[in-house]
């Protein structure tokens, strides 16, 4: 069996695609390494980008394997703002698709009045 670090997550769970860029195992390119099957967790290969990780968890990623273990007091603040920052953005994602849900139906129930 591979070398693998352990690598502290102060958040108990963390999506799978925030813990590869918090962990420095991809770039930015987190989402599409894990929708194109390059990422093993637990040695099973995995296309959920939101996949619950969790302590004892084993990922590999870009030749990189990493054991994932719990500690609340190892909370850094790239690793906050790179949840937080996350996070917000899921929200303001939801909210817009919401309102174009929202105009869009409106559009469709309101007849148009002409004369």
């Given at each position: 069996?591979?070398?693998?670090s352990?690598?502290?997550?102060?958040?108990?769970?963390?999506?799978?695609?925030?813990l590869l860029?918090?962990?420095?195992?991809?770039?930015?390119?987190?989402?599409?390494m894990?929708?194109?099957g390059?990422?093993?967790?637990?040695?099973?290969?995995?296309?959920?980008?939101?996949?619950?990780?969790?302590?004892?968890?084993?990922?590999?990623?870009?030749?990189?394997?990493?054991?994932?273990?719990?500690?609340?007091?190892?909370?850094?603040?790239?690793?906050?703002?790179?949840?937080?920052?996350?996070?917000?953005?899921?929200?303001r994602?939801?909210?817009?698709?919401?309102?174009?849900?929202?105009?869009?139906?409106?559009?469709?129930?309101?007849?148009?009045?002409?004369?």
């Amino acid at each position: 069996m591979s070398e693998h670090s352990t690598f502290d997550i102060c958040v108990e769970p963390i999506e799978l695609y925030k813990l590869l860029k918090i962990a420095d195992m991809v770039s930015g390119e987190a989402k599409t390494m894990i929708s194109d099957g390059n990422v093993l967790v637990n040695n099973e290969v995995t296309v959920q980008k939101r996949k619950k990780i969790r302590s004892g968890d084993i990922i590999e990623c870009n030749g990189k394997i990493i054991k994932v273990a719990y500690d609340p007091s190892k909370k850094s603040t790239e690793f906050i703002n790179t949840v937080v920052l996350a996070s917000k953005k899921d929200q303001r994602k939801k909210r817009a698709k919401s309102k174009a849900r929202t105009i869009s139906s409106e559009a469709v129930t309101k007849p148009s009045q002409k004369r």
